[in-house]
């Protein structure tokens, strides 16, 4: 009946994906062939936290060719870093849209992080899959995702007022 859980999904309608250190989504999205890729922070044991993704497939269980065991995450250096929004591009490229901390608590860094289909960060999008917005001093957060053609488009906050940005995409 509507709004009953659909128990051909995981267990029973619910999955649960463990993260050693705890976990915080803060995006969903569908991808191609029925899967579902969820996008958040995981804990580290300081209690700092990095972006991470799992995908799973359309039965709820985890994408074992996608990142490792169907999850990944992402240690951007030197303080932690989280993630804000995400994207699936049309090649199931996963894009994360956050911020990256550099030693001030309260300014960190515009950042987009970038994989590939299979989990593994993006070298063609920037070093590493990682790309710091370069906006000067202050707070700046990057925080929503669009596509605009064959461009990313993302929006946030940068010193207080609404930033948006517009990439390239090879």
Do not use: C
Not at 46 to 66: I, K
């Amino acid at each position: 009946r509507n709004g009953s859980l659909d128990r051909t999904f995981g267990r029973r309608g619910k999955r649960v994906v463990p993260f050693r250190h705890g976990a915080m989504p803060v995006a969903i999205s569908t991808a191609p062939r029925g899967r579902l890729v969820i996008a958040g922070n995981a804990g580290l044991e300081d209690f700092r936290w990095q972006p991470a993704v799992t995908r799973l497939n359309r039965r709820g269980s985890l994408d074992r060719r996608f990142g490792s065991g169907g999850r990944v995450r992402t240690r951007i250096r030197p303080f932690g870093s989280r993630a804000h929004g995400m994207l699936v591009d049309l090649r199931s490229r996963v894009v994360l849209a956050g911020e990256a901390h550099s030693g001030t608590p309260a300014a960190p860094d515009w950042v987009l992080v970038r994989y590939t289909a299979r989990g593994t960060p993006d070298g063609s999008f920037a070093p590493g899959g990682v790309h710091r917005g370069d906006f000067g001093t202050g707070f700046k957060v990057a925080s929503a995702l669009a596509l605009a053609g064959d461009r990313i488009v993302a929006a946030g906050s940068i010193g207080g007022g609404l930033g948006v940005t517009r990439y390239l995409v090879p």
